[in-house]
């Protein structure tokens, strides 16, 4: 059984988000970049998977080569290998058609993924390369046992969850509580300098959509201090002032 | 450009964030000058779906199918394809859910349409077609051109504001809709379906009332529950409460958990962490009760009490039932 982890190279979730040449590039100064916190989730239980059933495990990561850190901590965690393809994909749609173009040529049997990337959070790529491929897809996935050739999975919906039961292969997007987070060992981080990186070039694929110019929120005015001993005024000026109630 | 829009039903009825997208489709055609069409899938009550005209949208297909009547979104995906492909729709748009990201996910890939979820503005069409959208989870926005033929839009809630007492009489025309169901998109086997059904839904809910670890453990949740229940509204969650399993996992609010955007939000005992910020910058109106003046999610808030949650709760619900 061959399964595949797709991670994301993120900014850590409390980096402060400003951006560079006239707001048309993220500055990346000074931010700290860690695998995609759902990611983290897929590739925890992907190397569950990987032990329980002895399948063996890639890292798939769609970047350039400073994100390799990272693709060398997936490989501590415990993947066998790892590809990156050498370009920074401009939207969802392109970095969803290489994965898709890599998976088409290694016959994977369960495809992990995030629910979401938290950068340009879309939720849309496991999906993307599901349909591209033409196997299933599912996200937010809670839940996941694989047994002869099935997978079990419990999936969060709008308001309660749902419990599938489907063949491989297939494309999940993954979510807490699936797994817990894994800390490379020593030996972990022994062994990942000498496991393979392959990295290998983009195919090409149209341009569906570009990113033109970055903004931020407009800063929040400030907060009204309401004293304790008046609590219940807070409603009043809920209805009248905010006209929120 | 003929748009095409895709409504989410709840037990029968228009869900309230897909009213909110009728009527931001309903402008992405006026500006055009095309028409808008709603799709809907699933049971309707009787009546229910003529509303969309009211919204909008002159034209409703219905595609009522058994089998579409569990939430699918291979299957969902491809009705859509097919009604796309019927109506020469150019512009798709659907509400961001996790079902409407799933759709449009798969849509996206079928007709090779460039995608961008998170949309939180209505689009630019001039030379070229533009919107805005949120990323790093509503730390920043990036004004994205889609430069495809065919454009899917996951439009966030609160993008456009609909006047609920000057809405028009209009009634929309509804069609049948007949796809061409494909098997593969079946064979999942559903085994179990555990639906919350009567607790307000959180995405959906106007307002919230959420708690942190602050309310010290599950059995002081009753405070909560009361202004909540006076305010008709749902409750959520700091992270570490369902981690500790004090509140069930669907509560939990933010950059890991769900991602809210009401128009009253009041956390109870959360500290305002990054990362439950990134999961609440979308609310309107933010009411931190905390008892520490220096708790960093007062810098977010528009109201705030410096109190214990115990004392304040109860006046706050005393409050909020005379309000009636
Ligand atoms: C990758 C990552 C993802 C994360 N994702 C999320 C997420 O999605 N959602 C999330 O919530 N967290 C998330 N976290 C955790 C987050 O960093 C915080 O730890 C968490 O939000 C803190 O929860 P809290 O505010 O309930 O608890 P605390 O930080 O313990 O805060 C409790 C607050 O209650 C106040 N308090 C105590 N007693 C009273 C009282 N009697 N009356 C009034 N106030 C009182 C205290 O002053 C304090 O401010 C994430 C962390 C990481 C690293
Ligand atoms: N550049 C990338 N390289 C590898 N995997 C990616 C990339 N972008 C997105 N993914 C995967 O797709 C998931 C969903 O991403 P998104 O649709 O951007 O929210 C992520 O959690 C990753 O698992």
Redesign the pocket.
């Known amino acids: 059984m061959k399964i595949l ?5 993120v900014p850590d979730t409390t980096a402060k988000i400003t951006f560079t040449d006239n707001d048309t590039k993220l500055n990346k100064n000074g931010v700290q970049y860690i695998i ?1 916190p ?2 983290d989730y ?1 590739l925890a239980r992907g190397v569950e998977l990987k032990e329980q059933l002895g399948a063996t495990l890639t890292v ?4 350039e080569a400073d994100t390799d850190p990272q693709i060398r901590k997936a490989l501590a965690i415990g993947a066998d290998d790892a590809i990156r ?1 050498n370009i920074e ?1 401009q939207d ?1 749609y392109y ?2 058609a ?2 898709a173009h890599i998976a088409s040529q290694n016959n994977y049997d369960l495809i ?6 938290i ?8 999906g ?1 390369v599901g349909e591209m491929l033409g196997i299933p897809s599912y996200s937010p996935v809670m839940r996941l046992d694989i047994a002869d050739g099935t997978a079990t999975i419990t999936r969060e919906i709008d308001g309660g969850k749902e419990i599938l039961k489907a063949s491989l292969p297939l494309v999940l ?1 993954c979510q807490e509580p699936i797994a817990e987070w894994k800390i490379p060992n020593m030996r972990g981080i022994m062994t990942a300098r000498t496991k393979p990186l392959n990295v290998v070039e983009p195919v090409d694929i149209d341009k569906m959509t570009s990113p033109e110019k970055y903004t931020l929120p407009a800063p929040k005015g400030a907060c009204k201090m309401i004293p304790a001993s008046e609590a219940e005024t807070l409603i009043r000026l809920l209805q009248t002032e905010a006209k929120v109630l | 450009m003929s748009v095409l829009i895709y409504i989410e039903l709840d037990n029968g009825s228009i869900k309230k964030t897909s009213l909110e997208t009728i009527a931001y489709g309903a402008k992405v055609a006026e500006q055009t000058g095309g028409a808008a069409t709603v799709i809907a899938i699933g049971k309707a009550e009787e009546g229910e779906l003529q509303k969309a005209g009211q919204y909008g949208a002159a034209k409703v297909l219905h595609a009522s199918d058994e089998k579409l009547s569990h939430e699918n979104s291979l299957a969902y995906a491809d009705v859509l394809a097919q009604a796309t492909q019927q109506e020469g729709s150019k512009v798709i748009i659907l509400s961001k859910s996790g079902l409407g990201d799933a759709i449009a ?1 798969r849509l996206a890939a079928k007709l090779k349409a460039g995608i961008v ?1 998170g949309v939180t503005s209505l689009p630019e069409i001039g030379v070229t077609f533009k919107v805005t959208r949120s990323i790093f989870t509503g730390k920043a926005f990036a004004v994205t051109e889609i430069s495809s033929d065919i454009k899917i839009l996951v439009v966030k809630k609160n993008v456009i504001e609909i006047d609920e007492s000057a809405l028009p009489t209009l009634q929309a025309t509804i069609e049948v809709f007949n796809p061409t169901l494909d098997d593969a998109d079946f064979k999942a086997e559903v085994v179990e379906v555990e639906k919350a059904s009567s607790e307000l839904s959180l995405t959906e809910a106007q307002i919230i009332v959420s708690g942190g670890r602050g309310m010290k453990g599950p059995e002081h949740w009753q405070p909560l529950l009361d202004l909540a229940k006076a305010l008709g509204a749902a409750t959520g969650c700091s992270k570490p409460v369902s981690d500790l399993d004090w509140r069930p996992h669907h509560e939990h609010i933010g950059q890991t958990g769900i991602k809210v955007a009401p128009n009253l939000y009041i956390a109870c005992g959360i500290s305002g962490a990054i990362q439950h910020l990134a999961g609440v910058n979308g609310s309107k109106c933010i009411v931190v009760i905390n008892k520490d003046p220096e708790a960093p999610f007062f810098k977010a808030a528009d109201y705030g009490i410096v109190g214990d949650v115990f004392e304040i709760l109860p006046k706050l619900t005393e409050a909020a039932k005379s309000l009636k």
């Open positions: 982890v797709c991670i994301t190279n995609g759902y990611d897929a798939l990561h769609i970047g393809v994909p969802s970095a969803a290489q994965i992990l993924m995030g629910r979401e990337s950068d340009y959070n879309s939720g849309v790529v496991h993307l997007g | 996910a979820s």
